[in-house]
């Protein structure tokens, strides 16, 4: 009978088996508006080993593929990379159904899978670069803790010369096909972007520490297989490199202004700090929250010299969403920025010295003092405005003197 779903060879011994969720549109905070791919891969060793499972809800799908190549009861060893959900959910499912010899995790990833399953599963930490012969193939594990999760671990599958990277490496982008190099290289880079900023960002000195590794790790990959996103069989060098930029965090003239506003006085000094960033010479994105989203607010800060905020005061307090957004940007722990807030307020007008707060405990470079406008900003306030733009930008540029 012919299967709905097949695996997709991507070379003689190892086969694509995961799925793809179209419909996936937030990944914990993180709009995903091109979906996902939750990746497992087939590896025809003696004996049979996947890596990686699927989210739990497309464990039938992964079945189905792994049928298409052998009878899923071949499976003797599962390597779990990450044992985040949406790669070890469907973990137990896929256990019980194929019954394997062995599961493998890193040390980290045996108390994790512990913790989500609570079960008394057999379960085997191998040591960091131990290696597991299947037959004419090699297995080699590295251990790469925080990338992103504590848990975190490559496989490489040493002949092909095939990595296995787990969320590193990956982005969230759903299509038919299965390899990067059949996409658009601008959807690509859009997309691989924006899953460092919103993921990866944060741990950016353990990576530029692991690619710099990679030579000594003996690991020249041939072919880079994530868990998210398309397969690198051409130039894997090109997410690395992309990778290696990104980490680095190095300042560019551009700033970010975000901001949320009530009856637009807030909106109009933004567009007034727009206004000078621009004449400084940055590039400059304009971002209201009432039409962005956190996620995309740190894609555009990647690479970014500056951040300025904006927020109208209610309750005495930032507006809930740029609480919200700042909250989320503490988090990924962006580098060097320097910056500035502005504001409008009715009576009180706490919210601009709480964002000068929130800025310093990002360990953003404050430029010049905030500007504040009560109720509706005049002309004397704008240009204020314009002028801590100006201010901001030439920071910018006396930190960045070339631009890029």
């Known amino acids: 009978m012919d299967r709905p779903f097949r695996a997709v060879k991507i070379t003689d011994r190892v086969h694509w088996v995961g799925a793809v969720d179209w419909g996936l549109r937030d990944f ?8 996902s791919t939750y990746n497992a891969y087939l590896v025809l060793g003696d004996p ?9 809800p497309f464990v039938d799908e992964m079945l189905d593929r792994i049928a298409s190549v052998v009878d899923p009861s071949r499976v003797r060893i599962i390597v779990s990379n990450h044992s985040e ?30 913790g989500h399953f609570h079960w008394d599963q057999p379960l085997h930490a191998p040591q960091d670069g131990e290696t597991l012969r299947l037959g004419d193939l090699t297995l080699r594990f590295i251990e790469t803790r925080m990338l992103h999760w504590p848990d975190s671990m490559f496989t490489y ?34 997309e691989a972007a924006k899953y460092f900023a919103n993921i990866l960002l944060p741990y950016s000195g353990l ?30 060098e090109q997410i690395v490199e992309w990778y290696a930029e990104w980490a680095m965090q190095r300042p560019r003239r551009k700033a970010v202004v975000v901001f949320d506003t009530m009856w637009q006085s807030t909106d109009r000094m933004a567009r007034a700090v727009g206004e000078g960033l621009a004449a400084g010479g940055l590039g400059v994105a304009l971002l209201p929250l009432a039409a962005s989203h956190r996620s995309d607010i740190a894609t555009a800060l990647l690479g970014a010299g500056a951040l300025l905020v904006g927020s109208p005061t209610l309750n005495n307090q930032v507006f809930p969403t740029v609480a919200d957004v700042m909250a989320y940007l503490k988090g990924l722990r962006p580098r060097n920025l320097v910056g500035a807030a502005f504001g409008s307020y009715g009576w009180s007008g706490e919210a601009v010295a709480q964002v000068e707060e929130m ?39 006396e930190r960045v003197p070339v631009a890029g």
């Open 28 to 35: 914990h905070g993180y709009a995903t508006s091109r979906g």
């Open 48 to 56: 049979v080993t996947l890596i990686d499972t699927v989210k739990a």
């Open 85 to 114: 959900l949406d790669h070890a959910g469907g973990l137990p499912r896929t256990i019980a159904a194929v019954r394997p010899d062995r599961v493998i995790a890193s040390a980290m990833g045996v108390k994790a899978l512990r």
């Open 157 to 190: 599958l040493e002949e092909e010369r095939l990595l296995f990277s787990q969320d590193a490496f990956g982005m969230h982008l759903a299509g038919a096909a299965r390899f990067a190099d059949e996409f658009d290289t601008s959807v690509l880079h859009e």
């Open 207 to 236: 990576i530029t520490r692991l690619i710099g590794r990679l030579p000594e790790l003996r690991i020249a990959p041939r072919i880079i297989a994530p868990d998210h996103g398309p397969i690198w069989r051409e130039r894997p």
């Open 359 to 397: 800025l310093r405990e990002m360990k953003v470079e404050l430029v010049a003092e905030g500007v504040k406008a009560i109720y509706v900003p005049d002309a004397e306030v704008l240009a204020r405005c314009r002028v801590l733009g100006e201010t901001v930008a030439a920071r910018v540029v």
